[in-house]
Each structure stands twice: as structure tokens, then as C-alpha cells.
């Protein structure tokens, strides 16, 4: 049984979805890692703290520090809400688009 033309081009989208929405998944998962990552409250307010400048480290004020740490935890977590929300997208996409495509062969097999 050969495919359409119509149905191609239907799983060839649903293909390239997939893989989008497994980058979306790792990007999730990387931003996920990066958040706890940034443990610098757990340390001691004494504690010597450096920032990474290239290959430099510069010794910076723990209180900047924890300040730009929350900064870029803030940032992070609203990165993973995006990535969250368009990774909802895509998934509700493809669940359509398989249906779609199950109900078109489903149809040829009809025939």
C-alpha cells in the first residue's frame, strides 16, 4: 500500500514536531540543572566568593554575588515556565496531528 502524498508530508511534520519537542524537553531539563546549580545562599556569609571572567575568577562582595545569583535564578525560572508552556504546545499539537494522521490511514485501509 503506498501513501499518499498528503499523508507523507502529515508524518514528515509529525516527525520533524517530535523532534522539537524533544528539544524543547533537553532545554527544559538544562535550565532545570542551571537552577540547581545555583546553590550560593547555602554558603557561609564569610565564605570567599568568586565570579568566573573567561578563564579569570575575580573575587567579588558575597552580598552582589547572592543578589546577581537571585537575578539569574529569576530569570531561569521564568525561562522554564516559556519552555513549559511550549513545550504544552507542541505536545497538544502532536496528539492532534496523530490523530489526524491515524484517522487518514485508517481511511486508507478502508478503501
Known amino acids: ?3 499518499p502524498e498528503n499523508i507523507q508530508h502529515q508524518l514528515n511534520q509529525f516527525q520533524q514536531l ?3 519537542a ?3 524537553t ?3 531539563q538544562n535550565v532545570e ?5 545555583s546553590e550560593l545562599n547555602k554558603t557561609d556569609e564569610n565564605a570567599e566568593v568568586f565570579k568566573q ?3 579569570l575568577l575575580i573575587k567579588v562582595d558575597y552580598a552582589q554575588a547572592v543578589e546577581d545569583m537571585n537575578e539569574k535564578l529569576e530569570t531561569l525560572k521564568l525561562r522554564k515556565q516559556t519552555m ?3 513545550e504544552e504546545r507542541v505536545m497538544k499539537k502532536l496528539e492532534e496531528m496523530q490523530t489526524n494522521i491515524q484517522a487518514a490511514m485508517q481511511g ?3 478503501e
Open 108 to 110: 486508507l485501509q478502508g
Open 84 to 86: 513549559a508552556r511550549q
Open 22 to 24: 524533544q528539544a524543547v
Open 53 to 55: 571572567a573567561g578563564n
Open 1 to 3: 500500500m503506498e501513501i
Open 33 to 37: 540543572v542551571q537552577i540547581q546549580e
Open 26 to 28: 533537553m532545554q527544559i
Open 18 to 20: 517530535q523532534q522539537q
